[in-house]
């Protein structure tokens, strides 16, 4: 359907309904759906802001470390897509898990060696 006429009908929204809620789920939902793959990674504190920059609702930052990182889940659409957006953050980021996008990130790191190094 490319077209909406009206009907006259009334609307009747159940009791307790929040349409910008509801926008809301539903976007998170379909975000979710368009970036299945979560990754791990320990992120240094001056790095967040980057991450959040270029990540947007796909980062979700957690709690400190231990030796002061921050825990952040990423989400992305697949492991080497993600790795290939991810190798130009290692200086701040270190990714945890899980071990494909690990050896995504080695492999592209070998590449550049074999090239520039």
Not at 40 to 49: E, K, N
């Amino acid at each position: 359907m490319s077209c909406v006429e009206p009907t006259g009908d009334p609307v009747h929204r159940p009791e307790g309904f929040d349409l910008a809620e509801s926008w809301r789920e539903i976007a998170d939902e379909v975000d979710r759906r368009r970036t299945p793959l979560e990754i791990q990674a320990i992120c240094v504190p001056h790095g967040i802001g980057l991450l959040r920059m270029g990540l947007g609702d796909r980062l979700e930052v957690g709690g400190s470390t231990a030796d002061g990182r921050i825990e952040v889940v990423i989400r992305g659409y697949n492991e080497h897509t993600l790795a290939g957006e991810l190798a130009g953050l290692i200086e701040w980021l270190e990714v945890t898990g899980p071990p494909g996008v690990r050896d995504h990130l080695a492999s592209i790191g070998n590449a550049l060696v074999e090239r520039y190094g």
